[in-house]
């Protein structure tokens, strides 16, 4: 996946292990905490990791950002098996550039070809939503 911005070139793929170093970084700067960073090596070992739903942005063939979605179990009178995304970090020198915007919008994307039929976003949600025009 290749998305125009600007004039920069952000890069969208699948994350792969030698990225792994870049990712937990990005999570802790993104965070200013290591749980996040944590949590996707958790998810990573578990078997609701879903390797085709945790993607990287690269700018200049550096990884600048991450999305990471997993199952989780939407329980109530029946159980229902839904994505759940988090984290989604990016970078904070490349923050409020739509480099997160991009992550979710090509995650969704791929979610959908997948016919996956509910996200639930876990987290802050003013965290997951774009910044306001000028």
Do not use: W
């Not at 550039?97 to 959908?112: F, R, W």
């Amino acid at each position: 996946m290749h998305i125009q911005q600007d004039q920069d070139s952000i890069i969208i793929r699948c994350e792969n292990s030698l990225d792994y170093l870049d990712i937990s970084e990005i999570n802790t700067l993104a965070f200013s905490s290591p749980n996040e960073a944590k949590l996707v090596e958790l998810i990573r070992k578990s078997d609701r990791y879903l390797s085709e739903l945790s993607l990287v942005a690269e700018r200049d063939g550096k990884v600048v950002g991450h999305i990471l979605y997993s199952y989780i179990d939407l329980v109530g009178q029946e159980t229902f098996t839904v994505l759940g995304l988090a984290p989604l970090a990016v970078h904070p020198q490349f923050q409020r550039q739509g480099i997160g915007t991009a992550l979710v919008k090509s995650s969704l994307e791929i979610a959908n070809d997948q016919q996956e039929a509910l996200v639930i976003v876990l987290g802050d949600p003013q965290f997951y939503n774009p910044p306001s025009a000028p």
